[in-house]
């Protein structure tokens, strides 16, 4: 079994968290790959043209898939194929139903259970598109959907509505009229490129987008969103980066959710990313079973600064249909974040936010720091629970000219 670098959280000192090469994994003949040359498994082509996707494949590799499981295969597709790349697969420890890497990408059964309140459109990204494909809900930005395939499908994404269904890897059909919408918005000044994940286009292809959004005077910054490093870091080639490093500046969002994902071939590949002058974040979705524990986040939040990834945001589940048994509490993600600030580095701490449902935006959520506050002062508490009082606004001069010094009254 991989290991999965989440120390007990006790007095004793951690112990520095490891980074498990799949590689030797495969080549000490434990996965079923173990027979593939390098030189395949290296090929980010030959990655995605082995995937598992059907559930004659996944029960020749999972021997013990539940019944939970087999029955979510057969029903899910036409919602969310299913699509896992060996690298991926290698992840899962394959006797544990509840492995939290096999839960985030083998279907189950109660995707097919919807709750009253839950909706294929969670965030109300259709309702604020003015171009398909093209979301503009925040004053100067826009989330450009540049393709509709991932390299694996999470079970919760929250745009299972749009991707997994498409026969290629092109341009969205109203790739043109995108453009000329940002174009012919000169507030635009941010534009990040997601889908789907854009890093699933050759570098040619890439490279053409980025530079159609380079030509725009007015397009200033450009992010991309991508799971790549951690479904399929092959594909982080030395090409693509210094094809990237061209477009500065460019940062990148990935998604991981379990310190288990970040591999050493993960790490290499951030390092190239790294390397190139792009900074990193990282976005992980708060999931029951999976990494809704304090002891888990602060290994995993910890081991991303290692692979040089910045952890920012840290979201609630949205409400997409099917995700039910998925969804944890808010109060548990306050508490994680409450028992991360303060004790580790603040670097490592995310922003904890939830999408308002229907499409008001990332609401940042935070534990109450701020205990009381008028017009004279903030009580506020510290990581440990002490109490503090911070003067508010003081206008300095007035009690300097009655010569009491600057210093208020507080009682
Ligand atoms: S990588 Fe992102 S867009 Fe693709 S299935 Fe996962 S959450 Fe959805």
Redesign the pocket.
């Known amino acids: 079994m991989l290991n999965d670098d989440v120390s007990s959280g006790g007095g004793e000192p951690p112990s520095p968290p490891s980074f498990e090469s799949l590689k030797e994994f495969r080549s000490a003949g434990r996965g079923p790959w173990a027979q593939v040359a390098d030189s395949d498994w290296n090929d980010w082509r030959w990655q995605i043209r082995h995937r598992i996707t059907t559930l004659e494949q996944l029960e020749r590799m999972l021997p013990a898939l539940t019944p939970e499981e087999r029955a979510g295969t057969v029903l899910v597709d036409a919602k969310?194929s299913m699509g896992i790349t060996p690298y991926f697969f290698n992840l899962i420890d394959r006797s544990d139903p509840l492995c939290p890497v096999r839960r985030q990408v083998v279907p189950r059964l109660e995707e097919t259970d919807t709750a009253p309140w839950e909706l294929t459109d969670p965030c109300g990204e259709d309702r604020h598109s003015p171009v398909p494909g093209l979301v503009h809900r925040y004053p100067d930005r826009v989330l450009f959907l540049v393709t509709d395939r991932?390299?694996?499908?999470?079970r919760?994404?929250?745009?299972?509505r749009?991707?997994?269904n498409a026969t290629g890897y092109d341009f969205h059909p109203d790739f043109e009229r995108q453009l000329d919408y940002i174009a012919g918005t000169p507030q635009v000044r941010d534009v990040l490129l997601?889908?789907?994940?854009p890093l699933l286009f050759s570098d040619d292809k890439l490279e053409h987008l980025l530079s159609r959004l380079r030509a725009i005077p007015h397009v200033e910054f450009l992010r991309i969103?991508?799971?790549i490093p951690i479904?399929l870091p092959q594909r982080i080639t030395p090409d693509l980066c210094g094809m990237l490093r061209r477009f500065h500046p460019v940062f990148v969002s990935i998604?991981s959710n379990h310190p288990r994902e970040l591999t050493l071939e993960a790490r290499e590949a951030l390092g190239r990313l790294a390397d190139a002058g792009i900074p990193l974040g990282n976005q992980s979705?708060l999931l029951r079973g999976i990494n809704d524990s304090l002891e888990i986040m602060r290994a995993h939040v910890q081991k991303l600064l290692l692979c040089r990834v910045r952890p920012y945001y840290l979201y609630q589940c949205d409400l997409i249909a099917g995700s039910a048994h998925f969804r944890t509490s808010v109060q548990k993600g306050l508490e994680i974040i409450e028992g991360l600030r303060g004790y580790t580095t603040g670097y490592a701490v995310p922003t904890f936010a939830i999408d308002a449902p229907g499409g008001g935006g990332k609401v940042p959520v935070s534990p109450d720091y701020v205990l009381s506050r008028n017009a004279e002062r903030v009580v506020i508490r510290n990581y440990e629970g002490k109490i503090f009082e911070y003067p508010e606004a003081l206008d300095c001069t007035a009690p300097c000219r009655a010569g009491r010094g600057a210093q208020p009254d507080w009682d």
């Open positions: 969310l991932c390299a694996s499908y999470c919760y994404c929250t745009r299972s749009l991707v997994s997601s889908g789907g994940d969103g991508t799971r479904f998604h979705v």
